[in-house]
């Protein structure tokens, strides 16, 4: 059974940093492109970050370049989310998701960023 487990939200203020991690099981980790999305109260999930099976190549959304960075440690099987310069527009719950044949989400992650 596949499982991918999201940590590391919680309250920060506008400025600071956070970082992500999201841990999976049941899959081969490296063979997975990964990424990370997010949801805001009543709008649409949205696209983060992603990266390929060996790290080498990233995509970042235009309103969390230079600011959020992300990676991946295929000997831990662990996806994770740089979050800096965070700023009160990127409150959402932040999903894991593991793409190859199918499509596979953690459940989430609060990340809340006060003014």
């Known amino acids: 059974q596949v499982q991918l487990v999201e940590s590391g939200g919680g309250l920060v203020q506008a400025g600071g940093s956070l970082r992500l991690s999201c841990g999976t099981s049941?899959?081969?980790?490296?063979?997975?492109?990964m990424g990370w999305f997010r949801q805001a109260p009543g709008k649409e999930r949205e696209f983060v970050a992603s990266?390929?099976?060996?790290?080498?190549?990233?995509s970042h959304a235009d309103s969390v370049k230079g600011r959020f960075t992300i990676s991946r440690d295929n000997a831990k099987n662990t996806l994770y989310l740089q979050m800096n310069s965070l700023k009160p527009e990127d409150t959402a719950v932040y999903h894991c998701?593991?793409?190859?044949?199918?499509?596979?989400w953690g459940q989430g992650t609060q990340v809340t960023v006060s003014s």
């Open positions: 998701n593991a793409h190859r044949w199918a499509n596979f």
């Open positions: 049941g899959l081969t980790f490296s063979r997975y492109r």
């Open positions: 990266i390929n099976w060996s790290g080498r190549t990233t």
